[in-house]
């Protein structure tokens, strides 16, 4: 059993943030050699265009994409916590009826 010191207190682990590096003159070379590459027609304009964000964070999760594998929603786990809280409040009803009624 631990027993609560004064003298050996466990310090929080602190946030270690290491900033991704950006460099603004490449950015800008390369959106100058993208635009140059448009106005020559090598490049295609896409004006509808809209970045595919919709689903990027599960393909960066192990545990969600497992899921999406297996063709589980929201609706199926609601669905199934539905079904187990019924069972458990049928279960408890039972073994009430049964011992202490």
């Known amino acids: 059993m631990a027993f609560f010191s004064f003298y050996n207190v466990r310090k929080p682990r602190k946030f270690n943030h290491q900033p991704i590096y950006w460099d603004p003159r490449k950015e800008k070379l390369e959106e100058r050699t993208r635009k140059i590459r448009r106005e020559m027609g090598l490049e295609k304009i896409d004006e509808n265009y809209k970045p595919q964000i919709k689903g990027t964070f599960v393909e960066g999760t192990t545990h969600l994409k497992r899921k999406l594998e297996k063709g589980e929603t929201s609706q199926g786990r609601t669905y199934k916590n539905v079904k187990l809280v019924l ?15």
């Open 87 to 101: 069972a458990v409040v049928i279960l408890l009803a039972l073994l009430w009826f049964l011992y202490f009624k």
